[in-house]
């Protein structure tokens, strides 16, 4: 059974709702640790001076920021507490705005809220007035002495919250190069048309159990096999040489053929829609 991460409050107006935060998150990547390839042993880590060639102890060790090619400025744990932001146990929401007009690329990580003690009913009402509303809450809490801007937005029955990324660390697209110049690129009306039903030709509604991480259950595999001494045969790679590239409108027409030859002329799934 998970087991909640923080307690605290969401407060909007006068209005307080007790709350628990669930990381809504089960990581599953395979993790391996580095052996030594003779001895079969783990490797440790060590904090070593590169000048001296001596292993620092821990408490030795400061903080510095580099402000150019080695030159630091060493920041001390006291001055560093002294600028941490009031630990209080309060998501504090300052907005409500359209769930569309946040693009997902500030989203950071996700969790769940579940009422705390007394919070049932304060929480249902705010999770149903949210949804009545189309809004998503704009709010800021301190969690593990690091204050994080969120937003919390109704998922179902609970009350989903995401950390955010702040504007000032996302990349202005415009900002690479090739992607600047592809938005000067004119495109026809017949490649947009046929273009635009092979898009309407592969249409379905989202179901997220249809998408697995093939990769991470083939390691697994893997491992599984030589855990139970099956000897494992790698074979060489071959690199093939790259086939021309056929034109645009040509690449298009032959990608909806191969649709409508798969799935026949069917209406696309989930909207109705048929291609053009």
């Known amino acids: 059974m998970p087991r909640a991460m923080w307690t605290g409050a969401i407060s909007f107006g006068l209005v307080t709702v ?28 060590k904090r070593v001076d590169p000048q001296t060639g001596d ?10 920021y580099e402000i150019s090619k080695d030159r630091y400025v060493v920041v001390e744990p006291a001055e560093l507490e002294a600028l941490e932001p009031k630990k209080t146990k309060t998501i504090e929401i300052e907005d409500f705005v359209e769930l569309a007009q946040i693009d997902p690329v500030y989203y950071d990580h996700p ?62 697209p415009d900002s690479i190069e090739e992607i600047h110049d592809a938005a000067d690129i004119k495109v026809t009306k017949r490649e947009l048309d046929i273009a635009e039903q092979l898009v309407l030709s592969l249409a379905s509604d989202f179901e997220p159990k249809r998408y697995a991480d093939s990769y991470r259950q083939e390691v697994l595999d893997l491992i599984e096999r030589k855990a139970q001494g099956q000897e494992i045969a790698v074979q060489p790679t071959v690199e093939e040489a ?35």
Do not use: C, W
Not at 258 to 275: H, I, L, M
């Open 55 to 64: 292993e620092v102890p821990y408490d030795d060790i400061v903080k510095g």
């Open 111 to 172: 969790y769940y809220l579940a009422p705390g003690p007394g919070g049932a009913k304060p929480y249902k009402l705010l999770v149903e007035a949210m949804r009545q509303t189309n809004r998503v809450a704009i709010a800021r809490v301190v969690i593990r002495s690091k204050e994080a801007l969120v937003a919390l937005r109704p998922m179902g029955d609970a009350l989903g919250m995401a950390t955010m990324i702040f504007a000032d660390e996302i990349v202005d």
């Open 18 to 45: 007790p709350v628990r935060l669930y990381s809504a998150l089960n990581r599953k990547s395979v993790r391996f640790h580095q052996l030594s390839s003779s001895t079969g042993n783990r490797i440790m880590q």
């Open 242 to 276: 790259p086939e021309p590239a056929p034109d645009l409108m040509s690449a298009l027409k032959a990608s909806l053929e191969a649709v409508k030859a798969r799935e026949g002329s069917a209406p696309a799934a989930g909207n109705g829609a048929k291609p053009k």
